[in-house]
Every structure is written in structure tokens, then in C-alpha cells.
């Protein structure tokens, strides 16, 4: 059974900084690509960053690209999303991804097959 564990969010300034992760425990955490999402409220869920098995590729949104930083850690089963000089725009429920087996997760959400529970991050003005 593979769980996916979020922790990091909550109230956080515009321009400050918060640092958010996910735990994986269950199968090989190199046999998962990973990804990061996000829904705020009356919107669809919609794709923050992702990054390949290896980490050797990520992949941002653009409303992202340049402000936050997707990474992950293999000894401590990890991904974490750095996030750098948030927005209000930016808040809402984060939630971290698995694909299995694929290199890289992509982009769209029907990619990944296991998910967190969410973590609320919100951002003031």
C-alpha cells in the first residue's frame, strides 16, 4: 500500500517563503515519478511542478516557473516544493502525486495514480 504523506503548509506573507513536503512510504520511492498540484477554491486542480524518477528533470507551470522548486530526497523517501516569494494567487491545497513506473509524471493529473490528502497553504497579501 503506497501512502503519500503531506505536511509544510499554512499561512505564509507574500514574498516570504515556504517549504513544503511529502512523504512516500510503500514501494522503491526511485520507482515513482513525482509530481506537485494544486485547487483552490471554485477552481479545477491544476499542475505546480514535477519531477522524474531520478530528479534529474523537473517541469514547472509557468505561474510558477522561477518562484518555486521542486527536488527530492531518496534516503528520506521525500519530495519537497520550495516555495520562494509566494502570491495570494498562490493559495490553495497542495497535494503531491506518484506516478509508477514512468520516468517523468507529466503534466496532467490522470498521470499519477496515488495521491496525499492535501495540505493548505495560504498566502497574504
Known amino acids: 500500500q503506497v501512502q503519500l504523506v503531506e505536511s509544510g503548509g499554512g499561512l505564509v506573507q507574500a514574498g516570504g517563503s515556504l517549504k513544503l513536503s511529502c512523504t512516500v512510504s510503500?514501494?522503491?520511492?526511485?520507482?515513482?515519478?513525482m509530481g506537485w498540484f494544486r485547487q483552490a477554491p471554485g477552481k479545477e486542480r491544476e499542475f505546480v511542478a514535477a519531477?522524474?524518477?531520478?530528479?534529474?528533470?523537473?517541469g514547472y507551470a509557468d505561474s510558477v516557473k522561477g518562484r518555486f522548486t521542486i527536488s527530492r530526497d531518496h534516503a528520506k523517501k521525500t519530495v519537497y516544493l520550495q516555495m520562494n516569494s509566494p502570491k495570494p494567487e498562490d493559495t490553495a491545497v497542495y497535494y503531491c502525486?506518484?506516478?509508477?513506473?514512468?520516468?517523468?509524471?507529466?503534466?496532467?493529473?490522470?498521470?499519477?495514480?496515488?495521491w496525499g490528502q492535501g495540505t493548505q497553504v495560504t498566502v497574504s497579501s
Open positions: 519531477i522524474s524518477q531520478d530528479g534529474g528533470s523537473t
Open positions: 510503500g514501494r522503491t520511492f526511485s520507482y515513482y515519478a
Open positions: 502525486a506518484a506516478r509508477p513506473g514512468y520516468y517523468g509524471g507529466g503534466r496532467s493529473s490522470s498521470n499519477y495514480d496515488y
